[in-house]
T-cell receptor, first 113, second 113 residues
Framework: DVKVTQSSRYLVKRTGEKVFLECVQD?????MFWYRQDPGLGLRLIYF???????EKGDIPEGYSVSREKKERFSLILESASTNQTSMYLC????????????FGPGTRLTVL | EDKVVQSPLSLVVHEGDTVTLNCSYE??????LLWYKQEKKAPTFLFML????IEKKSGRLSSILDKKELFSILNITATQTGDSAVYLC?????????????FGTGTLLAVQP
């Protein structure tokens, strides 16, 4: 079974803190994605990566950065957390083929106070 | 701008009822449409649809795509309380990033005993 794990299920941080969210997949997938999920807005793509050290902006990259130093690990970084970044963050991965679905991690619920 | 719209936003039914969830899309260069189920954790993959009129079926769940009218439906027959979840629809376009998905806001289904 494909497994995507995220470092924390729940996280509480203060405004201005630097926050790292980690995601690891064990299926040797090329593609990895970070989404945030908010009520009424659905899943919105923040960043994605199609190879080690490669990244592209999604629909809402402002306030976030990412790092992919190893194929299995994709990190989301909030350089200076703000209250409007309180959200559920979901990581996903998928293989290279045209018809591969994305596999999701359990999510990290981040609260910024 | 590409968009995916799901309806209804939420739905309450009783066990044994049949439900139909809707997903319409306006996406340039459509490639495939995916359905996911999200309980209090990671979204799990249900179906991928690429061709019009071909029903995909898994137990009590089925789905079909209409590429002319740009929509898909997800049917659940003889609903059970375990079907309670958010159902997410996503569309994958051609071009751009490999396997990038555009998500709808989801339909929250509550099945009462």
């Amino acid at each position: 079974d494909v497994k995507v794990t995220q470092s924390s299920r729940y996280l509480v941080k203060r405004t201005g803190e630097k926050v790292f969210l980690e995601c690891v997949q064990d299926m040797d997938h090329e593609n990895m994605f970070w989404y945030r999920q908010d009520p009424g807005l659905g899943l919105r793509l923040i960043y994605f990566s199609y190879d080690v050290k490669m990244k592209e902006k999604g629909d809402i990259p402002e306030g976030y950065s990412v790092s992919r130093e190893k194929k299995e690990r994709f990190s989301l970084i909030l350089e200076s957390a703000s209250t409007n970044q309180t959200s559920m963050y979901l990581c996903a991965s998928s293989g290279e083929g045209t018809y591969n679905e994305q596999f999701f991690g359990p999510g990290t619920r981040l609260t910024v106070l | 701008e590409d968009k995916v719209v799901q309806s209804p936003l939420s739905l309450v039914v009783h066990e044994g009822d049949t439900v139909t969830l809707n997903c319409s899309y306006e996406v340039t260069n459509f490639r495939s449409l995916l359905w996911y189920k999200q309980e209090k954790k990671a979204p799990t993959f249900l179906f991928m649809l690429t061709s019009s009129g071909i029903e995909k079926k898994s137990g009590r769940l089925s789905s079909i795509l209409d590429k002319k009218e740009l929509f898909s439906i997800l049917n659940i027959t003889a609903t059970q309380t375990g079907d309670s979840a958010v159902y997410l629809c996503a569309v994958r376009p051609y071009g751009g990033a490999t396997n990038k998905l555009i998500f709808g806001t989801g339909t929250l289904l509550a099945v009462q005993p």
